[in-house]
Nanobody, 121 residues
Framework: QVQLVESGGGLVQAGDSLRLSCAASGRTFSSYVIGWFRQAPGKEREFVST????????SYVNSVKGRFTISRDNAKNTVYLQMNTLKPEDTAVYYC??????????????WGQGTQVTVSS
């Protein structure tokens, strides 16, 4: 079982930066792929970024490439999402999720409660 808690959201202006954190419980954190997702009002939840258990492999949705950076500190059981040059269209509730690297499916097993990011123009 993995419990995830997001933090770091807030209200910022366009062009500002925020760093989101996803703190996880559990002793085997390094064996979990962590993903960030977001959901804007009236829209479907969308994938933002993922990072492998070791931190070597990372992926991003095209709309955030070059602006967002995902990283992890396995000693602290935490994954970060550094968001730079924020745009109003980045406004959403951001969620982190976890799935085991050894799972036979790609289903995201565990989810956090979300943190609100609001970017004003």
């Amino acid at each position: 079982q993995v419990q995830l808690v997001e933090s770091g959201g807030g209200l910022v202006q366009a062009g500002d930066s925020l760093r989101l954190s996803c703190a996880a419980s559990g002793r085997t954190f390094s064996s979990y792929v962590i993903g960030w997702f977001r959901q804007a009002p009236g829209k479907e939840r969308e994938f933002v970024s993922t990072i492998s258990g070791s931190g070597v492999s990372r992926s991003y949705v095209n709309s955030v490439k070059g602006r967002f950076t995902i990283s992890r500190d396995n000693a602290k059981n935490t994954v970060y999402l550094q968001m730079n040059t924020l745009k109003p269209e980045d406004t959403a509730v951001y969620y982190c999720a976890a799935r085991s690297e050894y799972s036979s499916t790609l289903r995201w097993e565990f989810w956090g409660q979300g943190t609100q990011v609001t970017v004003s123009s």
